[in-house]
């Protein structure tokens, strides 16, 4: 398999990953350990709050958002990791049975000063769900190896 280097990611679209099938199950699970608010747990208290039913908490949108970018190309690029994230936002709820689908787009690429062997990628991640609808946006720069440790 081919590793992805710096030098792989230019501004523009990158790709589309998905679509990930979120069960009712995964909602439950995932709040029960990180996030046991009503709105995440229980049927009842869920349709009494401001989301008007049972939904995934942003932070297991996050995680599934993460899981995806690793799936999709993480997994296969020469990352060094990351120095944190721009930007996140939750826009609409993860419902049981939502199927996700994630844009991905490189807003920026450039070559660290720092560590001129190295490369920043920011990239901007768009989650949604087979309505279309946008459940999530992310912006993060993740730090790249250049091709064969290139320097300025």
Known sequence: M??????DFTPGRFGTFGPRHVTR????????????QPMHLDEEAAQKSMLRGL????????????????DGFIGRTASLGSPGVN???WQAPLRPGDDLTLDVDVVE????RSRPSTGIVTFKGTIRNARGE???EMESPIIVSRRDGASA
Not at 2 to 7: N, V
């Open 87 to 89: 930007e996140m936002r």
């Open 109 to 112: 690429a450039r070559v660290s």
């Open 25 to 36: 199950e995964e909602i439950l699970a995932f709040a029960a350990e990180f996030d046991p």
């Open 2 to 7: 081919t590793t992805l280097t710096f030098e």
């Open 134 to 136: 946008v459940l999530c």
């Open 55 to 70: 939904s995934g908490s942003g932070w297991h949108l996050s995680s599934l958002m993460m899981r995806m970018l690793f």
